[in-house]
């Protein structure tokens, strides 16, 4: 990347997570995961390789079987003693505390205490909570 008079510019301007790419061996589960409890549309399957994307806001979730072309570039499968995502944060619109630790009751996902915590957005109120890989996926309220 350059500036107009062809300098490199001096710093890169993130705007947000683009993507994350989620390797597993459950891939129904996954889905089901993402897709009915969390709320993400696939958008995009591309079965030569192994790779099924879901439409997370303005980023992407890659989710891609083990065994698969793409999958294979990772090594073995996902193990809780060597997870290769530490985790990722999704931000939530319109939700307060009590509706989300609701819904999460609700779909019996255990979650971390509600604590306040600094993301793209500021500081905001989160929890933790794990996908069925293990993942641990930060969901943040607006500040």
């Known amino acids: 990347m350059t500036s107009e008079s062809g ?14 790419v ?6 129904a589960e996954m889905l089901h995961f993402y897709q009915e409890i969390l709320g993400c549309i696939l958008e995009r399957e591309l079965t030569e390789l192994g790779l099924l994307q879901l439409r997370a806001g303005s980023s992407l979730i890659d989710i891609v079987p083990v065994d698969s072309e793409l999958g294979r570039l990772g090594g073995g ?13 999704l931000t939530l619109e319109n939700l ?3 509706q989300l630790l609701e819904f999460l009751r609700h779909h019996d996902i255990p979650a971390s205490e509600m604590a306040v915590r600094y993301g793209a957005g500021g500081f905001s109120n989160s929890v933790y909570i794990n996908d069925p890989e293990g993942n641990v996926v930060e969901l943040k309220l607006q500040p």
């Open 7 to 20: 300098a490199p510019p001096h710093k890169l301007v993130i705007q947000g997570i683009d993507h994350v």
């Open 77 to 89: 499968p996902p193990r809780q003693d060597g997870r290769n995502l530490e985790h990722f944060c």
């Open 96 to 98: 307060d505390e009590q």
């Open 22 to 27: 989620l390797r597993t061996t459950r891939v």
